[in-house]
């Protein structure tokens, strides 16, 4: 087999992966906001690549208009970073899905991208090799189209940065919420989110490190260009599998166990209890009352408990448990729990003949490596350390 030939073999599996995710992506009725962004994703790129490989093959033939449906779809794909960081997004909202502020500073590089694209289909196809000479009055024409071209790629390539960036401040902004939410978070901590935005960006230094080589003649262009379509290919489908495979079975991970309550809009901390009611004799009471679920009710052993669970069950909205965490113990939910949880876990394995893996599970634990993970935080020792 051939690399060309491997490349289109690929890229056929990718376009039946991406159609078929699109299908059952747009089938879900559950969390709209959040699978509909990543349906059209697969959608566009299913469509893209279809319709690429179809001018491959017609191309052959001389049909120079199928070379124009495919740079009109083609440009579906410039969509395809917005898309996925509107589908991060989604993933790690607190709540229902909220609105885009300034939608329109989003759109708008999409559409410059996109018409500076479409740009070369007012390039003759006979023009596409040739060589002009410098009085030629077409050579205006096709200047102006490789420029608009360059603009594309410019600003493409910005747009990625910049979605890259937003969704790493995403995801670091969602690991601190879990913390103050979950006691357990290593089932909603999207691990796989950042494997894939690592690659990503391992792969483009690597396309850019051939694009330089083969600029300063390490390479053929002729000889690596069959090579570098199949390596290509081979990233976009891995891309793609890891995406179908994680993105129809993920949740969103701040989900309510209970909806009736309402809290304030995420804020930094100086913000978000700037103008709140409670003050030191309330948050004194508040934390009794957390002290007191923790030591006489051991709700702490609960494996899912959350900060929801915690509110209801002391009877105060979660927004004043939280402040009452933050300003006056000065830690965060997890920090709490995990805290609790260890401080039995330790007495436990002091005085009984229990299995780790027992008392894990014992103390609230959902996993053998969070709770030694967590213990060795807390005590800067494993277990097996301390029994030794």
């Known amino acids: ?83 996925f960081w509107v589908y991060v997004r989604a993933l790690t909202t607190e709540g229902e899905t909220e609105r885009i502020p300034k939608l329109w500073k989003h759109i708008l590089p999409i559409v410059v991208v996109t018409l500076c694209f479409w740009s070369l289909m007012f390039l003759p196809v006979e023009l596409a090799d040739a060589e002009l000479a410098d009085d030629d009055p077409r050579l205006v024409r096709v200047a102006f189209i490789l420029m608009a071209v360059l603009v594309a790629d410019v600003v493409f390539k910005g747009m990625v940065v910049t979605y890259v960036y937003l969704i790493i401040r995403r995801l670091m902004a969602y690991q601190t919420r879990l913390k103050d939410v979950f006691a357990s978070t290593e089932n909603r901590e999207l691990t796989w989110l950042w494997a894939i935005i690592v690659s990503a960006g391992f792969y483009v230094c690597v396309n850019i490190a051939l694009t330089v080589l083969i600029a300063w003649g390490v390479f053929s262009e002729d000889a690596t260009e069959d090579k570098i379509s199949a390596l290509h290919s081979l990233a976009v489908l891995a891309l793609f599998w890891v995406i179908g495979v994680w993105g129809l079975r993920q949740r969103p991970g701040l989900v309510r166990r209970f909806e009736s309550e309402v809290d304030q809009p995420e804020l930094p901390p100086a913000q978000k209890y700037e103008k709140s009611a409670l003050d030191a004799e309330r948050a004194n009471r508040i934390a009794r009352k957390i002290e007191a679920a923790m030591s006489q009710d051991l709700l702490y052993r609960e494996p899912d408990l959350s900060l929801w669970d915690l509110a209801k069950h002391i009877g105060v909205t979660s927004h004043y448990v939280s402040q009452t965490l933050n300003t006056h113990l000065g830690k965060s939910f997890f920090e709490l729990v995990n805290g609790w949880r260890i401080k039995d876990a330790l007495t436990q394995l002091k005085t009984t003949d229990a299995t780790t893996l027992v008392i894990a599970y014992d103390v609230g634990f959902n996993s053998r490596s969070a709770f030694y993970k967590a213990f060795k935080r807390e005590t800067g020792k494993t277990p097996s350390d301390l029994r030794d």
């Open 1 to 83: 087999m051939t690399f060309e030939s491997a490349a289109t073999f690929l890229n056929i599996v990718l376009v039946g992966i991406c159609l078929f995710s699109a299908h059952l992506l747009m089938l879900r009725r559950r969390d709209p906001g959040v699978y509909l962004p990543l349906a059209l994703l697969f959608l566009f790129q299913g469509i893209a690549t279809g319709v690429a490989l179809f001018a491959d093959v017609v191309d052959r033939s001389g049909d120079g208009w199928v070379s124009r449906v495919n740079l009109m779809t083609g440009a579906l794909e410039i969509a395809i970073p917005f898309l």
